[in-house]
C-alpha cells in the first residue's frame, strides 16, 4: 500500500456515500481505529493518525449528527433476508429450508448468521474436494489395471449444499451476543426514549388552535421583514 492511499480510501468511501444520498454509513468497531492520537508506537509514519484524522475531517464536513440510536439483533424476518443475501451465489437444494433457519436463529447477529453460511459453504467445498480425490484415484487405478478410460464430463461433484451441511453448520454456531448484552442494551434504548420524551405533553396555555393568536391576527414577524422569515 503505498503512503496516503488509506487517507484516499476513506475518501472514497464518503464519496460515494455523497453520490448515494441520502444514505446511512455503518462504521463497524470504529473504536478498534480510532484510539488516542500519537499513541501508537512503531507505526509506519503516522498512518493510523492519519486515517483517524481523515475520518474526522470528512464526518465534520457532511455535518455529523449527535443522536445515540439503538439498533437491535435482526427480527426473523430480517434474518431471513441476511440468509438470502449471504446465500445469494450460491446453489442450495430446494429441501434447505430457510425460514427454518431464520426461525431458529433467535438472538444471532448478522455476523454470527454469516459464519453459519460461511461453514456450509466450507463443508460443500471440502466434501467436493473429497470426492474429486477419490475419483481421480480410482481413474489411476483402472489405468493401471490396463482398462479402458471413458472420457467423463466435468461435473461438479457438490453441485449445491445440501441439509446436512447447514445442519453440520449449525452445530458450530454460536451468538456473539449474550442475553445479558441484550438487556443492558434495552434498558439503555428505554433510558433514551424516556430522556427524549420529556416534553411529550408539553402545551401553550390558553388552549388556543394552533397558529391562532391572543390578538384575534396573525403575528408580525420580529424583524417586520417577511423575507428573514424561515418558517414563512
Known amino acids: 500500500m503505498w503512503f496516503g492511499e488509506s487517507e484516499a480510501n476513506v475518501r472514497d468511501v464518503f464519496d460515494k456515500a455523497r453520490a448515494a444520498a441520502p444514505c446511512v454509513l455503518f462504521f463497524d468497531e470504529l473504536d478498534s481505529i480510532a484510539k488516542s492520537r500519537g499513541g ?17 475531517t470528512e464526518m465534520d464536513g457532511m455535518g455529523s449528527k449527535k443522536n445515540l440510536i439503538y439498533i437491535p439483533l435482526p427480527d426473523e424476518a430480517s434474518r431471513l433476508q441476511i440468509f438470502k443475501a449471504n446465500l445469494r451465489k450460491t446453489p442450495i437444494a430446494s429441501d ?24 456450509a459453504c466450507k463443508l460443500g467445498i471440502r466434501e467436493s474436494i473429497e470426492k474429486a480425490v477419490v475419483k481421480e484415484k480410482e481413474r489411476q487405478l483402472r489405468a493401471q489395471k490396463g482398462e479402458e478410460l471413458m472420457e467423463e464430463a466435468d461435473e461438479d461433484p457438490v ?16 451468538r456473539s451476543v449474550s442475553d445479558n448484552d441484550i438487556r443492558k442494551y434495552e434498558m439503555f434504548a428505554q433510558t433514551l426514549q424516556q430522556q427524549r420524551g420529556f416534553g411529550t405533553n408539553f402545551k401553550f396555555p390558553g388552549g388556543k388552535a394552533a397558529g391562532g393568536s391572543a390578538g384575534g391576527g396573525p403575528q408580525p414577524s420580529a424583524g417586520g421583514n417577511d423575507d428573514d422569515d424561515l418558517y414563512s
Open 96 to 119: 434447505v429450508d430457510l425460514n427454518f433457519l431464520a426461525k431458529t436463529t433467535v438472538g444471532f447477529s448478522g455476523a454470527d448468521l454469516n459464519e453459519i453460511c460461511q461453514r
Open 40 to 56: 501508537n508506537i512503531g507505526d509506519a509514519g503516522g498512518a493510523a493518525d492519519r486515517v483517524i484524522n481523515q475520518v474526522l
Open 159 to 174: 453441485p449445491e449444499l445440501t441439509r446436512k451441511h447447514f445442519e453440520e453448520a449449525m452445530k458450530f454456531a454460536r
